[in-house]
């Protein structure tokens, strides 16, 4: 199974900046492509930032606002979140994914496991 560690969420104010962080363990996640998901209570997981290498996408809602990354070095993908708004808050987590396409319903491997996510709340 691939599992990745989520961590790095908090609790912030409105107009904030946090950077989640999601690590490999185990295997290398350089060459695979990483999807950031997240589910605020009573909604269905959504779609946040997708990378692959080669293409990064993100959804709607957060581009110009988020921005994912990679330290391969550190075989860890980092999504840097600012101007945060309540909206935004959510359970994050990041799974490896097939491919980053367009759109945010980015299809997860089936050799990928979800992990308990890192939390972010948005308030004042």
């Known amino acids: 199974q691939l599992q990745l560690v989520e961590s790095g969420g908090g609790l912030v104010q409105p107009g904030g900046s946090l950077r989640l962080s999601c690590a490999a363990s185990?295997?290398?996640?350089?060459?695979?492509?990483i999807g950031w998901f997240r589910q605020a209570p009573g909604k269905e997981r959504e779609g946040v930032s997708c990378?692959?290498?080669?293409?990064?996408k993100y959804a709607d809602s957060v581009k110009g606002r988020f921005t994912i990354s990679r330290d391969n070095a550190k075989n860890t993908v980092y999504l840097q979140m600012n101007s945060l708004k309540s909206e935004d808050t959510a359970v994050y987590f990041c799974?490896?994914?097939?491919?980053?396409?367009?759109?945010?319903?980015?299809?997860?491997?089936?050799?990928?496991?979800w992990g308990q996510g890192t939390q972010v709340t948005v308030s004042s």
């Open positions: 799974v490896v994914v097939i491919f980053c396409g367009d759109g945010s319903t980015w299809p997860v491997s089936p050799l990928a496991s």
């Open positions: 185990g295997f290398t996640s350089e060459h695979l492509p």
């Open positions: 990378n692959s290498g080669r293409s990064t």
